[in-house]
């Protein structure tokens, strides 16, 4: 569904939405813009044929519940959401559009809750943060019928070969370095 796209980056400003713009990557994920600068922002992406996907979390002003995801799928008609909020993952699968489960795991306990959520909401993917956890992608893998993004403290391309040796599909990442081949 991602195209085979590996890396699927996280745009917070207008510069680095002008580098994915002028790249030849299809999905990428808004994050940190202002409710109000959305409608233009997506225009913008589907003029360029892209996919836009929209941490629903981190836009200023969204209402990051399922109100908050109706108007970003009714009214600017977005591609998917990134959410930690299973109820917003739902009604993502009722309407036919990509749920992107957020999930930051920082013990055993966290695992252990999250692993169960995953596999009663069967989301279309799980993103596993930080990165850094990539160790624990085989278990996760063990539990899980998604496939499964990795994001989260990116700081090198071996740390983006590791997350895709170990079975994650794509590496989410704000670091436009990584955006460019």
């Given at each position: 569904m991602l195209n085979n796209q590996r890396i699927i980056?996280?745009?917070?400003?207008?510069?680095?939405?002008?580098?994915?713009?002028?790249?030849?990557?299809?999905?990428?994920?808004?994050?940190?813009?202002?409710?109000?600068?959305?409608?233009?922002?997506?225009l913008e992406m589907k003029k360029f044929n892209?996919?836009?996907?929209?941490?629903?979390?981190?836009?200023?002003?969204?209402?990051?519940?399922?109100?908050?995801?109706?108007?970003?799928?009714?009214?600017?008609k977005i591609d998917g959401i990134i959410s930690s909020k299973p109820r917003v993952i739902e009604l993502c699968k009722k309407r036919q559009v990509i749920g992107i489960l957020r999930f930051f795991f920082k013990d055993s306990i966290s695992l252990e809750q999250g692993l169960e959520v995953v596999s009663k909401l069967n989301p279309?993917?799980?993103?596993?943060?930080?990165a850094l956890c990539?160790?624990?992608?085989?278990?996760?893998?063990?539990?899980?019928?998604?496939?499964?993004?990795?994001?989260?403290?990116?700081?090198?391309?071996?740390?983006?070969?590791?997350?895709?040796l170990s079975g994650a599909i794509a590496v989410t990442t704000s670091n436009k370095a990584f955006w460019l081949k």
């Open positions: 980056p996280a745009i917070g400003n207008f510069q680095d939405l002008k580098v994915f713009l002028s790249s030849n990557m299809v999905y990428g994920i808004l994050m940190n813009f202002q409710l109000a600068q959305l409608p233009e922002l997506v892209k996919k836009v996907l929209i941490h629903s979390e981190l836009i200023k002003g969204l209402s990051s519940d399922e109100f908050g995801a109706i108007y970003l799928i009714q009214t600017l279309d993917y799980l993103e596993v943060l930080p990539v160790d624990i992608l085989p278990e996760i893998k063990e539990h899980v019928k998604c496939d499964i993004l990795m994001g989260g403290l990116i700081r090198s391309k071996d740390q983006i070969a590791t997350c895709l």
